[in-house]
């Protein structure tokens, strides 16, 4: 599920990306929400920049959660989700974060409830700003702020550069605004497992926006 709102300058598509289930059992449905995913955002790309924002329900690489070889075969860690994730970036889009923090360990957007997870960050870098490859250059920072408590989700933020390129009312009924940082919060989860647990989450995701400071 998601939004879509369109600016004068970019999209900006707020989204909660389908998990594979305990046991893997929608995991070939999830590979085809993928697929249709990308389609679309290609298809918005054609027309001006995009930014994505959401729940994504996968960690990359290994550098991206605290027990990637007891995730293996778990939902969000899976080979084909992993690899799917890679199609999107090699179509023009670009892992935010990771392009400022190419080898920054430790940097997580989800922990589980269960065991203390969080205290010891043993956790998931699952939310994420993906965009446009052409945007990068009017983004000035992606960050996680790991220290906002409330959920088992923390915030994301995407600063742009460029002020102009947030000018114009977004033109959905639904989402978006001016401001120039634009904020990522997920609430409501089922926790994934510290070690090799085939336990799922099920979440959800909105987006606020925040004044520039």
Request: glycine fraction near 8%; charged fraction near 30%.
């Amino acid at each position: 599920s998601g939004i879509n709102a369109e600016y004068e300058n970019f999209f900006l598509v707020n989204v909660y990306v389908p998990n594979s289930g305990q046991k893997l059992v929608r995991l070939d449905y999830r590979r085809t929400w993928n697929s249709a995913f990308l389609e679309f955002c290609q298809s918005l790309d054609k027309k001006k920049p995009v930014i994505v924002a959401g729940d994504l329900n996968v960690a990359h690489n290994e550098i991206d959660l605290a027990n990637p070889k007891n995730n293996k075969r778990n939902s969000g860690f899976t080979a084909e989700e992993r690899e799917d994730f890679t199609t999107w970036l090699d179509s023009g889009f670009v892992d935010s974060f990771r392009s400022f923090y190419p080898e920054k360990t430790g940097a997580y957007t989800f922990w589980t409830y269960m065991g203390g997870a969080r205290k010891k960050n043993v956790g998931w870098r699952i939310d994420y700003f993906v965009t446009s490859e052409r945007l990068m250059g009017d983004i000035a920072a992606s960050e996680i702020r790991e220290k906002v408590w409330g959920s088992d989700h923390c915030p994301i933020m995407l600063l742009l550069a460029n002020p102009q390129i947030t000018e114009g009312n977004p033109r959905s009924t639904e989402g978006g605004s001016k401001e120039n940082i634009a904020e990522e919060k997920d609430n409501s989860n089922e926790g994934k497992s510290e070690e090799d647990s085939s336990e799922t989450k099920e979440n959800s995701s909105c987006n606020e926006t925040e004044n520039k400071e």
